[in-house]
């Protein structure tokens, strides 16, 4: 699919991979609408992408948000083209803690609400859009590509809400494109590993330090720009499909 003048919705625009993401599809010629909880934030990002950018204040675990905002992007920009969920929690908590206190049960709740459920609810609204589209070239009509995590595979002590919710991303990501396939719309899932965030930034370097010593190489945090490169490519690239991608510099997570 060619990047320009397609419209992509992504979730979490307003900062990190999100936004990052915006701004490579905006620098190929697409067209982006940002789907975030941070309105001042949001409007602050589709100011500066320009022209081809727009922002509408969406809950990804409500249906009626997130259709509102499928519409309002299909008002302004004519389709959705693209599907981009970044938008994402995390937790620290063990299953069973100090003085054997078992996981907050609310905690888990709503991990597995935003990360699984709300990524889920966009792809499916999405989806449904664009299936609406003319078919282009091999019929394509669209792309879905979910954020998961390395967490996915190699869960830290504490991790046990968000690996469950990674896992789940990657394992619908095959169901997902197969279910899809008909209507000519891919699906594909980024694993992350350890990113320059806002979030990672501005941690200490005691956390930061031992996830760069565990990463292969390059020595360093992921860049956003390196997501955001990931997903043109797998917009440019039609017969990536039902796949998971790590994007992690080889890392492999030690249990702390």
Do not use: W
């Not at 397609?6 to 701004?23: D, P, R």
């Not at 299953?95 to 990360?115: A, M």
């Not at 760069?212 to 990536?240: D, S, W």
């Amino acid at each position: 699919m060619n990047i320009a003048d397609k419209v992509a919705v992504i979730t979490g625009g307003a900062s990190g991979l999100g936004q990052a993401t915006a701004e490579a599809v905006i620098a190929k010629g697409g067209k982006v609408m940002i789907l975030d909880l941070n309105e001042e934030q949001g409007q602050a990002v589709a100011a500066k992408l320009g022209d081809n950018a727009a922002f509408v204040k969406t809950d990804v675990t409500d249906e009626a948000s997130v259709q509102a905002a499928i519409a309002a992007t299909v008002d302004k920009f004519g389709a959705v083209h693209v599907a981009v969920n970044c938008a994402g929690v995390g937790s620290a908590m063990k299953t069973v803690g100090r003085e054997n206190k078992p996981h907050d049960l609310g905690v888990f709740s709503k991990v597995v609400q935003i990360n699984l459920i709300g990524t889920f609810n966009v792809t499916r609204l999405a989806a449904a859009a664009m299936a609406e589209n003319e078919p282009g070239e091999d019929n394509e009509r669209g792309l879905v590509v979910n954020t998961a995590s390395v967490a996915a595979f190699d869960g830290q002590v504490g991790q046990v809400a968000y690996a469950a919710t990674k896992g789940g991303v990657v394992g619908m990501t095959l169901p997902i494109a197969r279910d899809l396939a008909p209507l000519g719309i891919r699906c594909n899932t980024i694993a992350p590993g350890i990113f320059n965030t806002p979030l990672m930034n501005a941690a200490p370097d005691k956390v930061k330090m031992p996830l760069i010593e565990m990463t292969q190489f390059p020595k360093r945090l992921g860049n956003p720009e390196e997501y955001g490169a990931l997903v043109c490519h797998m917009i440019e690239n039609k017969f990536l499909n039902g796949e998971t991608i790590r994007l992690d510099g080889g890392i492999r997570m030690q249990p702390r």
